[in-house]
DNA sequence: CTTGACCTTAGTGTGTACTCTAAGCTTTAT
DNA sequence: ATAAAGCTTAGAGTACACACTAAGGTCAAG
């Protein structure tokens, strides 16, 4: 399969295709005589992999890993795999913990403000970021 | 002051500094003879306006636009400004939720893997990753 | 036989917020 | 007088995951 239709049946593009061959994620077996790329089926089900650890939140530097681990099994354990999916969920939970106190001070400023059409010459915002510590 | 005694009373680097002078977020006033950076008061104020904007979560692009209003603030309504802060509060959520679905993601996966040390042959992490569409 | 769709490579650009480097001037202390 | 510390600039590097471009080769249809 060339990488055209390859692409289009997972629903990414042929440069996501180069890109994660340039890094060593996916890299088909084969070559045409003209040198255009033939992936097979074994590649595809690697290519799902791929997008299902994306889909939960691995970054590829992290699949790369899993894809070691994966090809490698024996020369790996079950813990290893698991404190990785502890790792990444621990720092996503640190991540989620930020946002949230972001989203809690701007709900904070921004009920506090009058959002009327006049000038913002006394708006509760502006003059909480410039003076006051009123927030967390 | 010169820029670093500026840059120790804020606790930022100087290049922090230099950036985002670059950047057209905070232009010391004056220079010295010598072409140092002289920072003055109404700077140390601006750049303490800049870092709470930050620690609020608004991005460099976010609060240039603030300080334009800030400046300006005749020309801004209230309006504008509590609709900058609930728009970066509602991607913030936005965020929040992407990262929450990953982190049950992780956390279904996590548990349903012994985490011991034999070989990973049967690791149930890797399996639903390689066959099964068991997460969401 | 030519048109158009598809493929190849290498290299550049995007956004975010810095951080670091090199080469050279100024100021301060000894 | 000199050495250390601090300042200047422009420009490159970092992480992440691609998207886009140019210049050219290949393949199937009409
Ligand atoms: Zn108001
Ligand atoms: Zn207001
Ligand atoms: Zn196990
Ligand atoms: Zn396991």
């Known amino acids: 399969m060339k990488i055209g239709e390859f692409a289009s049946q997972l629903g990414v593009s042929t440069d996501t295709l180069r890109y994660y061959e340039k890094h060593k994620l996916l ?4 070559r045409t005589s003209a040198g255009y790329r033939d992936y097979c089926h074994s ?12 889909h939960v939140g691995f970054s590829l530097a992290e699949i790369k890993e899993l894809l070691q681990i994966k090809f ?6 079950c813990n290893e795999v698991k ?15 930020e946002l949230t106190r972001f989203h809690q001070s701007l709900t904070i400023l921004a ?11 006394n708006c509760s915002i502006l ?10």
């Open 27 to 30: 890299m088909p077996s084969r």
């Open 43 to 54: 590649e595809l089900k690697q290519m799902r992999f791929i997008l299902r650890a994306k």
């Open 72 to 77: 490698h099994k024996q020369q790996h354990s």
């Open 83 to 97: 404190e990785l999916t502890i790792q990444k969920r621990d720092l996503i939970a640190q991540r989620i913990d």
């Open 111 to 121: 009920d506090t403000c009058c959002g009327g059409k006049e000038p913002a010459n």
């Open 127 to 136: 003059s909480t970021l410039e003076d006051l510590d009123g927030l967390n």
